[in-house]
């Protein structure tokens, strides 16, 4: 394993696919959610594995459920306590740094599911873009990412705004209004973006800070977006299509 994408092309010019390992964190009663999720990765080969943080559900996720697939890609986490996303993804890519048959790592909540063309569309990007260790796939229930690839800017975060509300970020978006024209962007830096969509490398997983478990819930992907860009991480929104 690698610290960065380049360096593991570099060392065998054969390589023409990437791997990656699943996080997932789920919580309660949906274990339906999370068994969707994880039955849909599993059709992807390339994911070798999926690793799922079961926060005390009171629905417990078993691996009977999988039996029609290879299950010994599967890792059940399970905390004794609701230790919130923070704790969970903590747990999670701690996990994560200790494999060694992967390259890149995407972290996503029990409700969403990889698009049937992301894993072929961020190998493709990951090899042309050897550089990049933090990628952001835009999920559809954030309206937020897909004005960012149209306009071709996301709001910045800004010494002392509140989240990415700042007066700043206000201008641009008046000015932008005024000269608005759909761009249609491939590729968009960002200085934030919630768990669920990041692709991260497994160096950079081992490099940066593990989440803040004293966050719990609230800002904690805040708080580990930037311990990422601290390690080094240049993050971008990918328009998968």
């Known amino acids: 394993m690698t610290d960065a994408g380049n360096d593991m092309m570099s060392e ?35 994911v070798k594995h999926i690793i799922i943080v079961d926060n005390n559900s009171s629905s417990p996720l078993d691996l009977a459920v999988y039996k029609n697939h290879d299950v010994s890609r599967v890792t059940i986490l399970r905390q004794s306590t609701n230790t919130g996303s923070a704790g969970g993804y903590n747990v999670g890519l701690g996990h994560a740094r200790q494999l060694n048959d992967v ?36 999920r559809t229930d954030r309206p937020d990412q897909i004005v960012s690839l149209e306009r071709g800017y996301a709001p910045r975060i800004w010494k002392n705004s509140f989240h990415d509300f700042h007066v ?9 209004e005024r000269k608005y024209i759909s761009r249609g962007e491939r590729v968009v830096s960002v200085d934030y973006a919630p768990y669920a969509g990041m692709v991260l490398s497994v160096g950079l997983v081992r490099r940066a800070e593990l989440p803040d478990k004293q966050f719990y ?25």
């Open 168 to 176: 700043c970020n206000w201008y641009r978006f008046v000015r932008g």
């Open 217 to 241: 819930v609230y800002c904690d992907d805040y708080d580990y977006f930037m311990k990422l860009k601290a390690a080094g991480a240049e993050p971008v929104l990918l328009n998968v299509p």
């Open 12 to 46: 065998s010019t054969h390589v023409r696919t990437v791997s990656f390992a699943l996080i997932l964190v789920t919580y309660g009663a949906r274990s339906n959610l999370a068994n969707r999720a994880v039955c849909q990765a599993l059709e992807h080969l390339a």
């Open 103 to 138: 390259d890149f790592v995407i972290l996503l909540d029990d409700d969403i599911l990889i698009g049937a063309n992301t894993i072929e569309e961020l190998n493709k990007f990951i090899l042309n873009n050897a550089h990049q260790s933090a990628i952001v796939i835009p």
